[in-house]
């Protein structure tokens, strides 16, 4: 059993910079993928990152290749994802999971562990 704990979420201005964190707590893995989703209104829920909690190996959605960097730090045990020059079309609810029964994962549909979501939201 693993419990993630989503903070960093706000309201900023389009060009501006915001990050995120999971904390996890509970039962942790040595090896097993740590995701990023986002749902905004309307919309699906769409994958926009996803690292290996033990290498840290990244993949990321094309959306956001070159603006988001997500990356963890073991001794905190939590993962962030750092987003820059945000655009107003990244506004939507951001989520974190975790699936310890993959390396890297794109799928939502797989991972069983999921954070409460934190807002993002950016203006123009």
């Known amino acids: 059993q693993v419990q993630l704990a989503e903070s960093g979420g706000g309201a900023v201005q389009a060009g501006g910079s915001l990050r995120l964190s999971c904390a996890a707590s509970g039962r942790t893995f040595s090896t097993y993928a740590m995701g990023w989703f986002r749902q905004a209104p309307g919309k699906e829920r769409e994958f926009v990152a996803t690292?290996?909690?033990?290498?840290?190996?990244?993949y990321y959605a094309d959306s956001v290749k070159g603006r988001f960097t997500t990356y963890r730090d073991n001794a905190k045990n939590t993962v962030y994802l750092q987003m820059n020059s945000l655009k107003p079309e990244d506004t939507a609810v951001y989520y974190c999971?975790?699936?310890?029964?993959?390396?890297?994962?794109?799928?939502?549909?797989?991972?069983?562990?999921w954070g409460q979501g934190t807002q993002v939201t950016v203006s123009s």
């Open positions: 690292i290996n909690w033990s290498d840290g190996r990244t």
């Open positions: 999971a975790a699936d310890p029964h993959s390396y890297i994962n794109i799928d939502q549909s797989t991972y069983p562990y």
